[in-house]
Nanobody
Framework: QVQLVESGGGLVQAGGSLRLSCAAS?????MGWFRQAPGKERESVAV????????YYADSVEGRFTISRDNAKNTVYLQMNNLEPKDTAVYYC?????????????????WGQGTQVTVSS
């Protein structure tokens, strides 16, 4: 069983930046970030393959967010720049024991508890 622990959330003004981190207690393959805004369904944000050679970004964050990973530390990051109020949500880290890049949430085996990101206007 792999545990995921997110950190780095907080309150930031529009146009600001935050970097989220997600540390895994063991080896994982595909890792991703998802988010859930109040009153909305959880949606995919960014996904990265084991070697980092393949990534996926939601259209709403393309060009502003960057996902990366450090396999030596079993950690995935989400650098979020030019944040907007619509980015306000609880951000969840997820990991898959298969090396299959996917945005299908049911494919992910492990989930973190989430970290709150609030962007003020």
């Amino acid at each position: 069983q792999v545990q995921l622990v997110e950190s780095g959330g907080g309150l930031v003004q529009a146009g600001g930046s935050l970097r989220l981190s997600c540390a895994a207690s063991g080896r994982t393959y595909v890792m991703g970030w998802f988010r859930q805004a109040p009153g909305k369904e959880r949606e995919s944000v960014a996904v990265i393959s084991w070697r980092g050679s393949r990534t996926y970004y939601a259209d709403s964050v393309e060009g502003r967010f960057t996902i990366s990973r450090d396999n030596a530390k079993n950690t995935v990051y989400l650098q979020m720049n030019n944040l907007e109020p619509k980015d306000t949500a609880v951000y969840y880290c997820a990991a898959d024991s298969k090396n299959k890049v996917t945005i299908t949430q049911s494919e992910y085996d492990y989930w973190g508890q989430g970290t709150q990101v609030t962007v003020s206007s």
